[in-house]
């Protein structure tokens, strides 16, 4: 195996990483401007409300999300000071708990996020096409650390 990439791979390497990032920051670029909630609100916020209906160890919110826990923990007290999130002590660690607030902000953002996802992502993918790139992306996805949920 050559120790760099030749031109076709290189090409797609770049692809890849440009067509990912471009549609990742379109996506939370219109639920940024709808909602004022940044992607990794967002990230947070679904988290908590969908896989801890409401309640969530903080240390399993940072595996989901693939985050160190001081870059949680530091985002959080952001998050707590706009009245999203709360925490409390518990045996062992610290529980995130999604406020009234946090809810209302989860259900407008979710439909804004889903048509964002479509009008950015599954609309420019050819119907026919659709299975195949989510079994490629599901192979490449299961190496990964984090939770796909936002």
Known sequence: MEDRLNDAEMELW?????AAEAIRARVADDVSAATGLSDPDFGVLTRVAELGHGL?????LASSMGWHR????????????RALVTRRPTEGGVEVLITDQGRAAVAK?????AAAVRRHLLDQVP??????????????????RATPFD
């Open 127 to 144: 119907r026919e096409s659709l299975s195949a790139l989510r079994d490629v992306l599901a192979r490449l996805a299961s190496r990964s």
């Open 14 to 18: 770049h692809l890849w990483k440009q």
């Open 109 to 113: 953002a979710r439909p804004l996020h």
């Open 56 to 60: 969530l160890r903080q240390n399993e």
């Open 70 to 81: 001081s870059r949680l923990s530091h985002h959080l007290t952001r998050m707590e000071q």
